[in-house]
């Protein structure tokens, strides 16, 4: 997953207008939130964005480089800043849809972010609503394919409804309950091509992949 820390709500704005279309995961927080998320979650890369106080980025990339030697990050400056920290760096042009380009690019090139998950069983192509489940096509909402995404992207783990409510709807307008209702549609129509309970639940911890399909 990848942590994107900005005080800007714009840039926090861009896992649902461009990160969550393009099949990366986001949790997104403010400066001030940044260490916990970084220290609680499954993090493969880090974006710092550093506009309008640089200097906190700065000593944010320094702790995560001492705590996490081996993370991806990648600095976001504004267009005269002289940025002083251990990651790549992203000039802000000024252009949302630019510094949007430029962070997929990070993530992709750098991050090596996975895009297709593919078993056997199961597959999930970016960039379409049907799955493939035992050889039959698997119809999903556009939210019901970022679930199933979601929970292939931490397979085997165990996700809780928190986390996939963060990852899968980063405007952060859904409940549990809507959570656990278009679950139970994917386990329906799992259900009909010969495979109950795709996606299991585990009370009090979250949900996951049968590993049947893994």
Request: net charge neutral; aromatic share 8%; hydrophobic share 45%.
């Amino acid at each position: 997953m990848i942590l994107l820390v900005s005080d800007r709500q714009t840039v926090r704005g861009l896992p649902v207008s461009h990160f969550l279309p393009a099949g990366i995961f986001t949790y997104a927080c403010p400066c001030e939130t940044a260490r916990f998320f970084a220290r609680e979650k499954k993090i493969s890369g880090a974006i710092l964005d550093g506009v309008p106080n640089l200097s906190a980025a700065e000593r944010l990339a320094a702790d995560l480089r001492a705590e996490y030697p081996d993370l991806p990050m990648l600095l976001i400056a504004a267009q005269n800043d002289l940025p002083n920290a251990p990651a790549e760096m992203l000039r802000d042009r000024g252009s949302l849809s630019e510094l949007a380009h430029g962070m997929l690019a990070f993530i992709g090139k750098t991050v090596g972010w996975q895009y297709d998950f593919s078993t056997f069983s199961l597959s999930l192509p970016l960039g379409a609503n049907t799955a493939t489940l035992l050889g039959y096509p698997l119809p999903l909402s556009g939210r019901e394919a970022a679930i199933l995404r979601c929970l292939f992207a931490f397979a085997p783990e165990t996700v809780s409804a928190d986390d996939l409510l963060l990852l899968c709807f980063p405007e952060g307008k859904q409940k549990t309950a809507n959570l656990s209702v278009q679950i139970s549609r994917i386990n329906k129509r799992a259900a009909a091509l010969g495979l109950p309970n795709l996606i299991l639940s585990e009370y009090g911890k979250g949900y996951r992949l049968t590993s049947a399909v893994l």
